[in-house]
């Protein structure tokens, strides 16, 4: 199997790209997906000023109040917080993306191309979720999921716990 299905994809990128971007620019993204979702983010082509803790120009990667990446710089260096190869997935149904350049760029830097998606969450292999646990059988769907008991036992009107 290939993994859980995925949803249509979709493209963030910078102004102008692929020409330089603007200095003094502030870009805000709100991305959200149905529930029983999460999303998927990955860069594929990035780059932007370098500067010691992505103090220029950057992208942050925020959800649920918690920073998830910041990124800036080449991909060809290695001295920057680059996101190469690196997905970034939300822990709940929406993430926020906000591109950042400042007032000085010296040379021409071109920006960047993210895509997103939303992807499945199995929440029957979540179990870190006490409010998921099914007691006997769990089944995943797109979307959701639904427990089910073993013979001989009745499902609980709270749809989780099994009685005898």
């Known amino acids: ?13 910078s102004p102008n790209f692929p020409e330089p971007y603007p200095q003094e620019m502030e870009l805000h993204w709100n991305i959200s997906v149905p529930n029983g979702f999460k999303v998927k ?5 990035f780059d932007l000023e370098p500067s010691y803790l ?8 925020e959800a649920e109040g918690e920073v998830l990446a910041l990124f800036c710089g080449r991909e060809a260096s290695d001295t920057e917080a680059v996101p190469a190869q690196q997905v970034i997935t939300s822990p ?3 993430l926020s993306v906000l591109f950042s350049s400042d007032f ?8 960047f191309i993210a895509h997103y998606s939303a992807v499945d969450v ?4 979540n179990r870190m979720d006490e409010d998921l646990l099914c007691d006997h ?23 989780r716990t099994c009685r005898g």
């Open 54 to 61: 992505c103090e220029y120009d950057f992208i942050k990667v």
């Open 1 to 13: 199997m290939s993994g859980p299905p995925q949803l249509a994809l979709f493209l963030l990128q």
């Open 92 to 94: 709940k149904n929406s």
């Open 104 to 111: 000085s760029n010296e040379e021409r830097y071109l920006g």
């Open 137 to 159: 059988f769990c089944h995943n769907y797109i979307g959701g999921y639904y427990c089910s008991c073993r013979y001989g036992y009745l499902l609980h009107s709270d749809n």
């Open 41 to 45: 983010l990955y860069f594929s082509y």
């Open 122 to 125: 199995d929440e029957c292999s």
